[in-house]
């Protein structure tokens, strides 16, 4: 049947935390990115307010 298809539990539940943890890396350095072009915005924005 379909038993050569499908992953044993073992292996299946390994690759399914590592998905999971790789969703969750890839969230941190997608707030990350966020918080640092927020800074990026504000400092922009103090320069050319500086430069006028």
Not at 1 to 7: A, I, K, R, Y
């Amino acid at each position: 049947g379909d038993g050569d298809v499908s992953l044993p539990d073992v292996q299946r539940d390994s690759v399914v935390e590592k998905l999971l943890a790789v969703s969750a890396e890839k969230e941190k350095l997608a707030s990350e990115v966020y918080l640092l072009k927020a800074k990026l915005d504000k400092f922009e924005k103090l320069v050319s307010a500086e430069k006028g």
